[in-house]
T-cell receptor, first 113, second 114 residues
């Protein structure tokens, strides 16, 4: 099956700093990538939909200026958490879509101290 | 907004017993997808159902999509310890001018006692 990678797999940062998370589709081109957030033992919440070459579409309640998404190519999307706070600590998962299904990355665990 | 409700939240079964999780949507779905997430892992796609009343089987797993395309179920026959994990349904909603949206249910966490 198709493979989606995420980097880093985990990161600890200090409050007020910014963190960039990369999502790559390794063996297929994904015109659409999705960013989700998952709190412990909870479901995935869609944050934004990212289309290559255009601005991301953010879901209601997600701050565009705080969660910057760039979809520079058909195989790479990045999520930057700006001025991170402890409440941003979470598991961030990306997925990439081909015609048939969504493939999820392994996730990035962000801890903000 | 669109919501997908999933029950039960947790289920403990003895190995060999059957297990079922149910999903309900507030509105008609374009399709429904099922994922399995092992503890510490990421969601892995299991199957997609598109047609009204569709039933699909994967070995011991049976997936159903309701006639009204608003509900779905996943049934596991004779559970094994390898079935442990959280099963999520995800409904695809078509939104005008806003792209399709995959909304996840809350998940059912399955625990199997050997």
């Amino acid at each position: 099956g198709a493979v989606v990678s995420q980097h880093p797999s985990w990161v600890i940062c200090k409050s007020g700093t910014s963190v960039k998370i990369e999502c790559r589709s390794l063996d297929f081109q994904a015109t659409t990538m999705f960013w989700y957030r998952q709190f412990p033992k909870q479901s995935l919440m869609l944050m934004a939909t990212s289309n290559e070459g255009s601005k991301a579409t953010y879901e209601q309640g997600v701050e565009k200026d705080k969660f910057l998404i760039n979809h520079a190519s058909l195989t790479l999307s990045t999520l930057t958490v700006t001025s991170a706070h402890p409440e941003d600590s979470s598991f961030y998962i990306c997925s990439a879509s081909d015609v048939y299904e969504q493939y999820f990355g392994p996730g990035t665990r962000l801890t903000v101290t | 907004g669109q919501q997908v409700m999933q029950i039960p939240q947790y289920q403990h079964v003895q190995e060999g017993e059957d297990f079922t999780t149910y999903c309900n949507s507030s509105t008609t779905l374009s399709n429904i997808q099922w994922y399995k997430q092992r503890p510490g892992g990421h969601p892995v796609f299991l199957i997609q159902l598109v047609k009204s009343g569709e039933v699909k089987k994967q070995k011991r797993l049976t997936f159903q999509f309701g006639e009204a395309k608003k509900n779905s179920s996943l049934h596991i026959t004779a559970t094994q310890t390898t079935d442990v994990g959280t099963y999520f349904c995800a409904g695809l909603f078509l939104r005008n001018n806003a792209g399709n949206m995959l909304t996840f249910g809350g998940g059912t966490r399955l625990m199997v006692k050997p």
